[in-house]
């Protein structure tokens, strides 16, 4: 059973990775959305009013991607690897199911951390919009959203909340796990 649960749930969270996970907004219309693999490169999706902006402006399109989110880079191939070990665990005669709760608790620790430290484009968003921004050499993606726009909120979607729900649940399963073993022990 624990198995089958790990296999799911991780699949589930590379599945995720692929959703969006931030949206930033002006005067609470979506300008551009970040997906969790779009926050490992640096890309997003932008809104056809923003893209209609962005025709109107002359921009160099390299300077305008956000910084990668390494934390996150990491978290992805951790899940990818804990999906293979549930999926040999799945298929196979070992028992790897302690492996594939250490994997997500590991993904799931990059992925708070990531938000504690802000995605990189909402870091840069946040900068542009303070009031010296203009004194530092910031990105130009950043000043030229701060610049256009005054009234920005990053949103974290539902699909970033069910990513850390389902590397939640491996990791949750591996520590009844143990206090159960635990619990053996100390009984015997």
């Known amino acids: 059973m624990i198995t089958k649960l790990n296999l799911l749930s991780t699949f589930g969270a590379l599945m995720l990775f692929f959703l969006p996970w931030i949206d930033i907004q002006c005067n609470q219309r979506s300008m551009i959305t970040q997906s969790g693999y ?69 993904a799931l620790a990059c992925i708070l951390a990531q938000m504690a430290l802000q995605f990189p484009a909402e870091k840069e968003i946040n900068q542009s919009l303070k009031p010296d921004a203009s004194d530092h050499d910031g990105d130009k993606f950043a000043k030229t959203l701060g610049s256009a726009f005054t009234d920005i909120k990053i949103l974290y979607r539902n699909p970033l909340y069910f990513e850390l729900a389902l590397l939640a649940l491996p990791t949750l399963l591996l520590l009844n796990t143990l206090i159960d073993k635990r619990r053996a022990q100390q009984s015997n």
Not at 50 to 66: A, G, I, S
Not at 88 to 98: E, I, K, P, V, Y
């Open 38 to 106: 779009q926050t490992i490169t640096g890309g997003g999706t932008l809104s056809d009013d923003f893209k209609n902006l962005q025709d109107d402006q002359d921009h160099d399109k390299d300077k305008e991607r956000p910084k990668p989110a390494l934390l996150v880079a990491v978290a992805f191939l951790l899940v990818l690897l804990a999906f293979g070990l549930a999926v040999a665990s799945a298929f196979g005669r070992r028992n790897r199911d302690r492996s594939v709760g250490i994997l997500t608790a590991m």
